[in-house]
Antibody, heavy 122, light 111 residues
Framework: EVQLVESGGGLVKPGGSLRLSCGGS????????MNWVRQAPGKGPEWVAS????????YYAHSVKGRFTISRDNAKNSLYLQMDNLRDEDTATYFCARDPSGSRVINWFDTWGQGILVTVSS | QSVLTQPPSVSAAPGQSVSVSCTGN?????????VHWYRQLPGTAPKLVIYATTNRPSGVPDRFSGSKSGATASLAVTGLHADDEAIYYCQSFDDTLSGSLFGGGTRLTVL
């Protein structure tokens, strides 16, 4: 079974840092682009960042560029999101999601994790 | 306000049909990029129902279909069931943002 599981969320103060992890199983992790998508309470999803299978191409939403860093370790079947200088508006459930298209253009997400809550508050 | 505009809500009776629109511009849908659709129930992750504008993942009934004309994409659901109730989101790529966009979501209610 294809599965993604996020971890590392929690409560952090504004200006603080947090590192999210996402473990993949049931598929050849290195062959897929991976993404982080977040959803603030009561809002729609917002794409955050994308990384190709070989880490050769990385993209960020304007709202997080310069503060968040996406990375992956294919040997560990893991995806990461390092979040620095966190703001109140970063409060959201963060999902990791798989893009099966094989394209450099970010396409559809066919598998999602269950999501992990990040709360930024003093 | 999202760059991809969806109606806040649509509704119809069981057995009827509905269509959900997603209007973008010349940087995204109008530039020829594919549109993808998800449904989401409270407290759960979005689930893909249409990819690459017109394709259904395995397991999604053929009552769901997608189309596109110019800068507007549409999701059609025919033969509505009570369990089709959910929030539906469109998604596409945007040249100007060099990233992916989601619409604001449409709540589908089966009356």
């Amino acid at each position: 079974e294809v599965q993604l599981v996020e971890s590392g969320g929690g409560l952090v103060k504004p200006g603080g840092s947090l590192r999210l992890s996402c473990g993949g199983s049931g598929f050849t992790f290195r062959s897929f682009s991976m993404n982080w998508v977040r959803q603030a309470p009561g809002k729609g999803p917002e794409w955050v960042a994308s990384i190709t299978g070989s880490s050769s191409h990385i993209y960020y939403a304007h709202s997080v560029k310069g503060r968040f860093t996406i990375s992956r370790d294919n040997a560990k079947n893991s995806l990461y999101l390092q979040m620095d200088n966190l703001r109140d508006e970063d409060t959201a459930t963060y999902f990791c999601a798989r893009d099966p298209s094989g394209s450099r253009v970010i396409n559809w997400f066919d598998t999602w994790g269950q999501g992990i809550l990040v709360t930024v508050s003093s | 306000q999202s760059v991809l505009t969806q109606p806040p809500s649509v509704s119809a009776a069981p057995g009827q049909s509905v269509s959900v629109s997603c209007t973008g511009n010349s940087s995204n849908i109008g530039a020829g990029y594919d549109v993808h659709w998800y449904r989401q129930l409270p407290g759960t992750a979005p689930k893909l129902v249409i990819y690459a504008t017109t394709n259904r993942p395995s397991g999604v009934p053929d009552r769901f279909s997608g189309s596109k004309s110019g800068a507007t994409a549409s999701l059609a659901v025919t033969g509505l069931h009570a369990d089709d109730e959910a929030i539906y989101y469109c998604q596409s790529f945007d040249d100007t943002l060099s990233g992916s966009l989601f619409g604001g979501g449409t709540r589908l209610t089966v009356l």
